[in-house]
Every structure is written in C-alpha cells, then in structure tokens.
C-alpha cells in the first residue's frame, strides 16, 4: 500500500541550528503538507503546497519556514533558526485531487537543545 | 482558538460493546469532517469521513454521524475490539479534503478485552 515516509524519525539539533524535515509523499499526490504537534497538544496545520508553490500557511509558518518540493518526489520543511518551541512531531501529508482523505507520514520528532 | 472540540479525553468500553465518540465545532463554514486514528510513534491514520450534504456514513464497523444544527459529530464502532485502542482525532475543513485541516485534541479509547 503506498504510503508517505518522514526521514529522519528522530532529530536533535541545538537551538539557532538550521534542520530539513524531508517527506516522499505518495506518487500520484499532487497536495502536500506540513502539520506539527507539539507535546500535549493539538495536530496543527503548518503549510499546503500544490502546483510548486504555497496555497495556504498559518501564522505559525513564519519567516523562519519554508518548504520546497526540489524534484519530482521530496517535500522539504526547512527551519532556519530553531527555537526551543519548535520542538514538536513534524507530520507531512499528501492527498489526490478531489480525494476523501490527506494520507500522513510517521512524523518526524524535533527536539531543540 | 478551539474550532474543533473534543470534550471527553478518554474512553474505555468493553470489547463486542459500542464505541460512540463525540466532536463538537463552531466554524460554521467547515463543510468536510474527518475522523483519523493515531496509535503512538505513528502518524494519523484515515478512518471514516462525512461531507456536510450529509448527516450518515458507514464504512464496516465505522459509522459518522453528523448533526449540521448542533455542529456535533460522533464515531460509532461497533462492535469495539480490543485493536481499536488508540488516540482518535476529529478534523474538520473548509473545500473538503485537498484544504487544511483543524483538528480536536483526541479522545484515548481503550478497548478492555
């Protein structure tokens, strides 16, 4: 069954560090995007991308993000410059024009020391 | 910013015995709910979904009732098994699936043998 896979599960970076989230969505995809949940809290929508560029950000997805889709199969979520309270579970998902769901990766976990 | 609500953070029924999970929303604007299953060091996995033109949709064991004039939406499982203990989220979104989603806090089930 495809699915969409997070590398890597696991980061540990120091604060003021640059890190890449790296997602391979599902082939056939054409949306994606980023949510994170923060320990204790809400899943909660970061970035949609479709057509190689931003549809919809929340005010969470400030100057320090970005995203970027640098081929035909990565989706990147790129922090510039961690904060202790971006540490949180990244979530990439990917969903099929007009399709009944968004299909979600395992998460990557981002702890800033 | 509690869009989306899920009231009761936990539930615990008896396997072969109905599950009935609750979601309550104040934008009235969403249109497509979702209901996803999350089990720990894994990303949200699709259940069951409903579009506003309709107030029932049964998929297996899965059943999502929605009541547009309450803005209340439940899950039922019947029969519960024991597998069906995880987190459960409800989502909701304007445009249907391909736009962001909101998501509630999660209700835990556990599912006693």
């Known amino acids: 069954e495809p699915e969409v896979t997070q590398t890597p599960s696991h980061q540990v970076t120091q604060m003021g560090q640059e890190v890449i989230l790296r997602c391979v969505p599902i082939?056939?995809?054409?949306?994606f995007y980023w949510y994170r949940q923060i320990l204790g809290q809400k899943v909660e929508f970061l970035v949609s991308f479709y057509n190689n560029e931003i549809s919809e950000k929340s005010e969470i997805f400030d100057d320090q993000f970005s995203v970027e889709r640098p081929d035909g199969s990565n989706f990147t979520l790129k922090i510039r410059s961690t904060k202790l309270e971006d540490s949180a579970m990244y979530f990439c998902?990917?969903?099929?024009?007009?399709?009944?769901?968004?299909?979600f990766g395992q998460g990557t976990r981002l702890t800033v020391v | 910013d509690q869009q989306v609500k899920q009231n009761s953070p936990s539930l615990s029924v008896q396997e072969g015995r109905i599950s009935i999970l609750n979601c309550d929303y104040t934008?009235?604007?969403?249109?497509?709910f979702l209901w996803y299953k999350k089990y720990p060091a894994e990303g949200p996995t699709f259940l069951i979904s409903i579009s506003s033109i309709k107030d029932k949709n049964e998929d297996g064991r899965f059943t999502v009732f929605l009541n547009k004039s309450a803005k209340h939406l439940s899950l039922h499982i019947v029969p519960s098994q024991p597998g069906d203990s995880a987190v459960y989220f409800c989502a909701a979104s304007v445009g249907g699936a391909n736009s962001k989603l909101t998501f509630g806090k999660g209700i835990t089930l556990s599912v006693r043998p």
């Open positions: 934008n009235s604007m969403f249109d497509y």
């Open positions: 998902a990917s969903s099929v024009r007009g399709g009944t769901e968004a299909f």
């Open positions: 082939s056939n995809h054409l949306y």
